[in-house]
């Protein structure tokens, strides 16, 4: 019962951030004093010389309902709400003409999604290891050191390091390639690993900076819980110091990382952008900068409505998931 | 089959070294309960830590002997010298700590804290036929079967120190070791668990060694009792003796400081408080503190001798 | 008094570098940072630059005094503002109670998922450079708040149980009162760290913004530095002057505020005996 109280609070959690994320991407724009309409407009009559009256009345109009601009705001919102809900639609992308804006942003979901999947789970897995390794021999040098290196890794954002190593194993080492340009058809072996080859700089630079707060927070947690009456008393049963080590203190200190991530998952993502950006990784990052650089409004509210969605339900995932690894939760 | 013989065993501080256990000389014996009696911080916990072999950092064992003889199965004896006990942790002798929330991991299940335990000795194949065991086991000591598989927070906490009673004495040892096994329950649990301790000890015949700081408990299970005081054991006898004809002042202090049916007045503790264990005093540790003091205890330390029929004393007085 | 923790020490004393360099320095620039072409182009480190100069004609190292002040400058705006939001907002749910708490933790809960830089991408992009800090550090507020505000909630909750709110309250003090008198000096350390925190995690965003190019361009920060160098090719003209001070000053920036947070929080673990 008091499960299920839980789960339906989850949920309308859920449903609150998306309500109030994409509430606030909507109201952003519109309470801009720049017009992104009259901004389009100038762009083209800069780029296109000449255009009669009513031609430039005819593109206002246009694009005022490409843009779904057009009624007042609260026929806007709703029209906004419906056509994300409904038909996932964003209307075309003006930088590609006449892509549908929710083409070219499923055609960078897998890149952003498998970049930051893969270092992100990997971070966390290496973080807890090490962290718990260091946590639990808390009294060894090679803890000590690590935890030092882990201190001075850690606050450096992704995108810096990603810098550094761009410098480094790109253009003083020619090892990898400056900006992700992949090779060969998709589904073949060339491509894959094309694709390995470029993502391996910005992955470790996500995984890099990510896994320095792992190993911190999973220390702390681990050297805490060693303490604990369960690991004495494990211990004075004569459980194998493995086993207490994995089963005793692990299992307990992962559960409140896990908590972690979900709260860590939208800063996680805001490095990652950046890195994609600075490495030109085809993923949501790239696209929304492509949409910057082209005033692709229908783009960039699309793509950034997406982060929006896929940053809420990734945490949510994670907070779902959660009470099925922690039975203090299942089994009130 | 215990022998300890003049075991010192010290906390190493930055303030030097804590004389928990200073010069102890015990034996214990088979098929008995023998209970340890004290203040809180008297060394009684660090003795059975001694008892145990589990002396980690500051801990030290500074000096004397410690010899278990633990009769096999096969009629055989197994000598054990001091730093040796650990590997028969579990099998032939065990620990019972005292209750607390956390004294089971909570995220795992019951039945999997009784495995651990088993460690390498039950293959994975093993598993099932280990598992009937174990529910025989609960079933002799009246436990439902549904504790395997609770996870820890699901029981009380009366339930969850029989559990803790169990996984303790499940390979039968031949000595299990109690660590104030009953404190921070209630007094309807405590019974319970005292009721089910002794009732293990008389179906195994094996020595249960319990600490604890309430004189009744002592006095309800108990065959033979230890006193301690400031690191050393001043009194060592059969409990009824011990109660009815207490020799050293520090056990007539504490026998009286026992509440009885039809009292009028608040009974006093002892005034004082024991010396620090930094730095004890030379004579008897007591004497600050004691009403008979002479001399001769400022001076010399009171030897433990037989004073009536197995009944020691380490007293000026005796 | 406890000792200081070594990273409390090492932090500080270079927080304190940073400050001298941000704030002091700049009033003694001999150039504006923002004129272009005020000294030679792409000269070396030398006595007269000490950083060199970049390929505007600026000079590498009054620049960085300048980034390093409006820097700062937005890090401690966004944290002093969020921490003063998130400590009244977490106190009032903590001890109000009732469906306030439900509804303000409901209210944390979604903007903490919600990832900031999104959102500040589409600002700038609509403003189009002519964003200015002070909109940048609002919408960063906004998002800053509701970690403080969790983390006192749940230590108001602790602390409204314990006797001593009770017995305050029994004897007749106002909610005011008891929250300054009782509450404060429970929670002051956590907050100092929170706020050194904020102003990294600030920065951070900020700088992110501004390395693609998205904060405001007109006022120097260490990103906008990178987003400038980066743009006029620093790396491949092998200019690494440029490109290395403010990527330099941003990590060990990033590794002070890191020190003085964490050291904090150890310094006030040990002196509350923990």
């Known amino acids: 019962m008091r499960f299920a109280v839980f789960l339906a609070s989850r949920i309308l959690t859920y449903l609150l951030v998306m309500w109030i994320g994409i509430t606030t991407v909507f109201f952003v724009p519109r309470f801009m004093p720049t017009d992104p309409v009259e901004a389009m407009l100038g762009r083209v009559q800069a780029q296109g010389g000449f255009m009669e009256v009513q031609q430039v009345e005819a593109l206002r109009r246009s694009l005022t309902t490409a843009f779904g601009l057009e009624g007042t705001l609260w026929e806007q919102y709703v029209g906004f709400f419906r056509n994300i809900l409904f038909e996932r639609d964003f209307g075309p992308s003006l930088a590609m003409f006449p892509t549908p804006v929710s083409t070219l942003i499923a055609e960078a979901l897998p890149w952003t999604l498998g970049l930051l999947l893969t270092a992100t789970l990997f971070a966390w897995v290496l973080g807890n290891i090490i962290g718990l390794l260091a946590g639990y021999r808390d009294d060894r040098f090679y803890s000590k050191v690590l935890e030092a290196v882990a201190v001075i890794i850690y606050p450096i954002p992704y995108y810096i390091l990603a810098l550094v190593l761009i410098i480094f194993f790109a253009y003083l080492l020619p090892i990898f390639p400056m900006a992700t340009s992949v090779r060969g058809i998709p589904g073949t072996l060339q491509f894959f690993q094309s694709v390995i080859h470029n993502s391996i700089l910005p992955g470790i630079s996500i995984v890099i900076v990510g896994f320095g707060w792992w190993v911190i927070s999973m220390k702390a947690l681990s050297s805490a819980i060693a303490e604990e009456d369960f690991v004495y008393f494990a211990r004075l049963r004569g459980v194998r110091e493995n086993r207490i080590m994995i089963d005793y203190v692990m299992r307990n200190a992962v559960l409140p990382q896990i908590t972690a991530l979900a709260l860590m998952l939208g800063g996680i993502f805001n490095g990652a952008l950046i890195t994609e950006i600075l490495f030109s990784y085809p993923g949501l990052g790239s696209l929304i900068h492509l949409a910057v650089l082209q005033s692709d409004y229908n783009l960039l509210m699309g793509a950034i409505t997406l982060s929006v969605v896929a940053v809420a339900t990734a945490t949510m995932v994670i907070d779902l998931v959660y009470p099925f690894l922690d039975p203090r939760i299942r089994y009130k | 089959m215990m022998q300890l013989t003049d075991v010192k065993a010290y906390y190493d501080t930055p303030r030097g070294p804590v004389q928990a256990v200073d010069g102890v000389t015990l034996d214990i014996r088979e098929n008995e309960v023998l209970s340890i009696a004290g203040e809180s911080g008297c060394g009684k916990s660090t003795l059975v830590k001694v008892l145990y072999d589990y002396m980690p950092h500051p801990l030290r064992l500074v000096s004397g002997e410690i010899l278990a003889t633990i009769p096999q199965d096969n009629g055989e004896t197994l000598t054990l010298r001091e730093h040796e006990i650990r590997d028969y942790w579990w099998r032939h002798i065990s620990y019972i700590p005292q209750a607390s929330m956390s004294i089971l991991n909570p995220v795992v299940r019951v039945e999997r804290q009784f495995y651990d335990a088993a460690g390498g000795r039950y293959a994975r194949g093993n598993r099932r036929e280990l598992r009937k065991q174990i529910i025989s086991y609960l079933r002799e000591l009246e436990l439902p079967e549904e504790v395997l598989t609770s996870f820890p927070h699901q029981l009380s906490g009366g339930m969850r120190q029989r559990v803790i009673v169990a996984l303790a004495t499940f390979m039968h040892p031949k000595i299990v070791l109690g660590d104030e096994p009953t404190t921070a329950l209630d007094v309807v649990v405590q019974r319970g668990i005292l009721t089910m301790l002794t009732r293990l000890q008389r179906q195994m015949q094996n020595t249960l060694v319990i600490v604890s700081h309430d004189m009744g408990v002592h006095y309800q299970i108990s065959d033979r009792m230890a006193i301690m005081y400031a690191g050393k054991i001043v009194e060592l006898g059969p409990t009824e003796a011990l109660f009815h004809g207490a020799m050293h002042p520090y056990t007539d202090n504490l026998i009286k400081s026992l509440p009885r049916i039809g009292d009028r007045d608040v009974r006093t503790g002892i005034p004082g408080a024991p010396p620090s264990l930094l730095n004890p005093p030379k004579g008897c540790r007591f004497e600050a503190r004691c009403p008979h003091v002479m001399d001769v205890c400022r001076r010399e330390e009171p030897p433990f001798h037989e004073e009536r029929d197995d009944h020691m004393v380490a007293c000026h007085l005796f | ?274």
Do not use: C
């Open chain 3, 1 to 274: 008094m406890i000792k200081m923790n070594w990273r409390l020490k090492v932090g500080l004393a270079l927080l304190l570098v940073y400050i001298v360099l941000g704030f002091v320095l700049p009033q003694f620039s001999p150039y504006d940072p923002r004129t272009w072409n005020a000294v030679p182009r792409n000269l070396s480190p030398s006595w007269t630059h000490l950083l060199g100069t970049t390929n505007l004609g600026q000079d590498t190292f009054w620049v960085l005094t300048w980034a390093t002040q409006n820097s700062l400058f937005i890090g401690i705006l966004v944290a002093f503002f969020a921490t003063t939001i998130g400590v009244a907002v977490g106190l009032t749910a903590g001890f109000k109670g009732g469906i306030i708490d439900r509804a303000l933790t409901l209210v944390m809960d979604s903007f903490i998922v919600i990832p900031a830089l999104p959102i500040l991408i589409l600002l700038s992009s609509l403003l189009r450079g002519r964003v200015s800090l002070l909109v940048i550090g609002s919408v960063l507020i906004l998002f800053n708040w509701p970690w403080p505000a969790r983390q006192i909630r749940s230590v108001a909750l602790s602390l409204r149980e314990r006797e001593f709110i009770n017995t305050a309250s029994f004897s007749g003090q106002g909610t005011a009162t008891i929250i300054r008198k009782e509450i404060f000096p429970y929670i002051t350390n956590w907050t100092m760290a929170n706020f050194v925190n904020t102003v990294l995690v600030a920065i951070a965003t900020e700088t992110g913004l501004a390395v693609i190019g998205l904060s405001s361009l007109e006022t120097a920060t260490l990103g906008g530095m990178i987003y400038w160098a980066l743009q006029h090719q620093a790396v491949l003209g092998e200019r690494w002057w440029w490109i290395g001070s403010p990527v330099v000053a941003i990590m060990v920036l990033f590794i002070t505020l890191f020190l003085v947070s964490t050291g904090f929080s150890k310094y006030s673990a040990l002196r509350r005996g923990r």
